[in-house]
């Protein structure tokens, strides 16, 4: 893991990484309690296929997170953020490309989750970090965590949604959301133009562990509520045995 800088911002210490895997550069960020504190818990962030590892709701989670005594960290997707010429700044354009490597590369989920995992082993190799594991992700954020989250034993607690049991890889997903063993709360957007809902309620239908919720909110794909984020936070809080309130 090579550090390649650093923020602090009060209760919130920011730093910018790259793991170095099979000739592949990730780059993620880490927040952090600051002052070098002990974390207790921390949170895998996987963000939207138009967005990137600093994305506002993305870096506004972790800071939550960080807030509450525990880690957090993110990395870019796919074809998003730093892995990208123009450091992701055409959202639109970095949309499409996703959608493209979705349909065309089945081989994109496998590398996403092996770059996942070695951020993993180094982040917890770190010392600085308890344990318990998480995961936030909605949308491709979805798309790429249940794999993950039913691949690794380490996460303990999981937040999906704005997904739904469809796509390229919906056969993938009717093969591992039987197999998810962590409690997980899944988010849905009632009027999602993109997953409809009935899709969304076949995927929940579809994960296999008895400790899962649903929270559903008016609104299309991209609108969840502040509420929801609050939610999120409060029952990874929870799982992962960090500060709830």
């Not at 002052?35 to 207790?40: D, Q």
């Not at 009027?191 to 579809?206: G, K, W």
Request: glycine residues 12%.
């Amino acid at each position: 893991m090579r550090w390649r800088e650093e923020r602090s911002q009060g209760e919130v210490d920011e730093r910018r990484f790259d793991v170095e895997r099979s000739g592949r550069t990730i780059p993620g960020v880490l927040w952090t309690p600051p002052e070098g504190r002990p974390a207790v818990g921390l949170v895998l962030i996987g963000h939207g296929a138009s967005g990137h590892k600093r994305a506002d709701y993305v870096a506004g989670l972790g800071r939550a997170f960080a807030r509450r005594g525990m880690a957090a960290a993110a990395i870019d997707g796919p074809v998003h953020g730093e892995r990208r010429a123009d450091g992701g700044s055409n959202s639109q354009l970095t949309f499409l490309e996703f959608c493209q490597v979705w349909s065309s590369d089945p081989s994109m989920i496998d590398e996403m989750l092996a770059d996942w995992r070695s951020v993993l082993d180094e982040l917890l190799a770190l010392g600085q970090i308890d344990g318990r594991v998480g995961w936030w992700g909605v949308s491709m954020g979805t798309i790429i965590g249940l794999p993950l989250v039913a691949a690794e034993p380490r996460i303990e607690a999981a937040v999906f949604g704005l997904m739904g049991l469809t796509g390229p890889t919906r056969e993938r997903f009717a093969e591992d959301a039987p197999r998810l063993a962590c409690p997980l709360l899944f988010l849905v957007q009632w009027d999602d133009q993109i997953f409809p809902r009935q899709s969304a309620f076949e995927l929940f239908d579809a994960f296999g562990v008895e400790d899962k919720r649903l929270y559903t909110h008016p609104g299309r794909h991209g609108d969840l509520p502040p509420e929801a984020f609050r939610l999120s936070e409060a029952f990874l809080a929870q799982k992962l045995g960090a500060k709830i309130g």
